[in-house]
């Protein structure tokens, strides 16, 4: 046996038999309908059309029988990270899941569950925009005579996490606040964390943010359960490539005896001379209030 | 039509009524069926291996059949109890309980600190997640930041450790290629522990820390280009992680019963040439 059961893997949503041809038969949505005071699924059938992705179903519901349906979306490619929903119960792109790969049956629409509702499939995702105050900008040394020069190689390493299209789907599935909606304020979440991952990879920045990653971004929160590099739609490697590494150099400052016993010996501080710790001056947003 | 001046800043709330329905999850797919087989798989080993490292016998296999063959479980055999010839020779003379019980500590430290092990069982055993997007199944939640999660960084001296045991299980593999009384050879016994030492390399070589050690860590590989060649290397064995820890721990029981199986004299080590 070389690989995990087949059953472990997680299934791909898919339907066993892909409609040929779905010009003669019905598409059905439930799409939840409310705002911040209730709501409930609503449910509507068209003719399908061969093809289609959900946002399409959901912009004829805007054509025909729901004119005040209220959603999100920009560009229909799978690139502004506009469109998040959770479709049959599954954070997912509407613009990028098309009709026929769902299996057969209504298909539930609802709002991304983390983030406060305003209406429909609308929600305040400011929570993200808060966390992002948090990290501190990259700060180079300042420019040597010749200029600034990086080789490929170290250029190429954080270019993954640049493929981020902001979508917050890795936040909304994201257990931590998910789930437990009191760890809000404390914990930054996957998005962040590839951003601090792609500071802390980069040869010309000089913040350490070890201490800010673990102590106000609540890193060890985090219980590597992968769902993050599950939903993302650019396929980053959000664990694997990012939040493991910066659990990693966490136990570099702070848990590996030898590296500790080595840093006493030798009167190192455990930042490096080129580096500055770094520690968030903003506090954080709060749980309840608006914050800023 | 407002301008951008004349905008003013909206203010920023995090918390408010969620939307969707309430309920654990919308998902109608068979989302349990990844917990049930993991949860599955992993009892199965620990019941066996618990067995297995109690049983004390059966796991030496020595000269008088013409073999050298020592299950994992039990190699490196360091206990005053272990059977004759079981390599290396004596070392805690004391320890009389069962030898396996000394060294299994290694693997299963490492194995529960693993970051994919630790994925598996908080999903499949702590439900914390049981799958994505569907509800923890506890009602507070603070992660790895306290006793006893905490402890899960330990995991790289546990990788170390498991390096230790990896060339001891290594040894074994060669050395078993050595009939004595009969020669050089190979037999059934010896092509298993080989297989079980390369899996168990693949394992500890494909772990994070591993991937942090050898080059992860640094901030520019222009600046060490010999990491980064370590960490060009162990990167593709790192993204087939998951696979390699359900090999080897399967491999692992699979040689334990083969070792048992021959030294209990239910089968016989086939000799292939
Ligand atoms: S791996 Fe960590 S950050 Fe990603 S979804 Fe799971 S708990 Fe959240
Ligand atoms: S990391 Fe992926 S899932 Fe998360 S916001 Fe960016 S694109 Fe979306
Ligand atoms: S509309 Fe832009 S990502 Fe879907
Ligand atoms: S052994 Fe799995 S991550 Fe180290």
């Known amino acids: 046996m070389t690989t995990e059961p087949a059953a472990l893997a997680s299934e791909p949503e898919t339907a066993t038999a892909p409609v040929a041809d779905t010009t003669d038969s019905t598409v059905t949505l439930q799409v939840w309908r409310g705002d911040p005071d209730g709501g409930a699924f609503a449910e509507y059938s068209l003719p399908a059309n061969e093809g289609e992705v959900v946002l399409d179903v959901v912009h004829r519901l805007q054509a025909g029988p729901a004119p005040d349906l209220a959603c999100r979306w920009n560009c229909k490619a799978g690139k502004c990270g506009s469109c998040s929903a959770e479709i049959n119960g599954r954070p997912r792109l509407m613009c990028m899941t098309r009709v026929d790969e769902l299996p057969p049956g209504p298909i539930t629409v609802a709002p991304m569950r983390t983030f406060p509702i305003i209406r429909d499939l609308v929600t305040d995702v400011s929570f993200n925009f808060a966390m992002a105050k948090l990290v501190p900008a990259f700060s180079p040394p300042p420019p040597p005579a010749e200029g600034y020069r990086m080789q490929q190689i170290d250029v190429e390493r954080g270019q993954e996490f640049r493929k981020c299209i902001e979508c917050f789907m890795c936040q909304d599935v994201c257990h931590v606040i998910r789930d437990h909606e009191e760890n809000k304020p404390a914990y930054a979440g996957p998005r962040f964390f590839i951003r601090i991952a792609e500071l802390e990879m980069h040869p010309l920045d000089t913040n350490d943010r070890r201490d800010l990653v673990r102590q106000q971004m609540g890193l060890g929160m985090c219980n590597i359960t992968k769902c993050c590099t599950e939903v993302c739609p650019e396929h980053i490697k959000i664990t694997d490539n990012a939040i493991i590494p910066m659990k990693e150099r966490v136990v570099d400052a702070d848990f590996d005896p030898v590296g500790w016993l080595g840093r006493k010996i030798l009167r190192r501080s455990k930042t490096s001379p080129t580096e500055t710790a770094a520690i968030s001056a903003y506090p954080g947003p709060s749980p309840s209030a608006p914050a800023g | ?273």
């Not at chain 2, 009389?96 to 092990?117: D, K, N, Q």
């Not at chain 2, 059934?188 to 080989?194: E, N």
């Open chain 2, 1 to 273: 039509m407002a301008t951008v001046e004349k905008a003013t800043v909206s203010p920023v709330t995090i918390g408010g009524t969620r939307g969707g329905p309430d309920q654990p999850t919308v998902r109608k797919d068979r989302w349990w069926l990844q917990p049930v087989v993991t949860a599955t798989v992993l009892t199965s080993f620990v019941v066996y291996a618990t067995w297995a490292a109690f049983v004390n016998k059966d796991y030496y296999v020595g000269a008088t059949e013409h073999r050298d063959l020592i299950s994992p479980f039990y190699s490196p055999c360091l206990a005053g109890s272990c059977v004759p010839g079981s390599h290396p020779h004596i070392v805690l003379s004391q320890w009389m309980i069962s030898p396996a019980i000394l060294i299994l500590i290694v693997p299963l430290g490492f194995r529960l600190t693993c970051y994919y092990y630790r994925r598996a069982y908080y999903r499949s055993f702590w439900l914390s997640p049981p799958n994505c997007a569907v509800a923890d199944a506890h009602g507070s939640y603070s992660g790895e930041t306290r006793f006893p999660l905490i402890l899960q960084n330990v995991h790289r001296w546990f990788f170390y450790l498991g390096l230790i045991l990896n060339v001891i299980l290594t040894i074994d593999a060669v050395v078993s290629y050595n009939q004595p009384g009969i020669g050089i050879g190979v037999t059934v016994g010896s092509l298993v522990l080989t297989v079980n030492a390369v899996l168990l390399w693949c394992y500890s070589l494909s772990c994070h820390s591993c991937r942090h050690l050898c080059g992860g860590q640094v901030r520019s590989f222009a600046k060490h280009p010999i990491r980064y060649r370590l960490w060009k290397f162990v990167t593709p064995l790192n993204a087939h992680h998951m696979n390699f820890a359900w090999a080897s721990l399967v491999f692992v029981a699979l040689t334990d019963l083969y070792v048992r199986l021959v030294a209990s004299g239910t089968i016989t080590d086939f000799r292939l040439f």
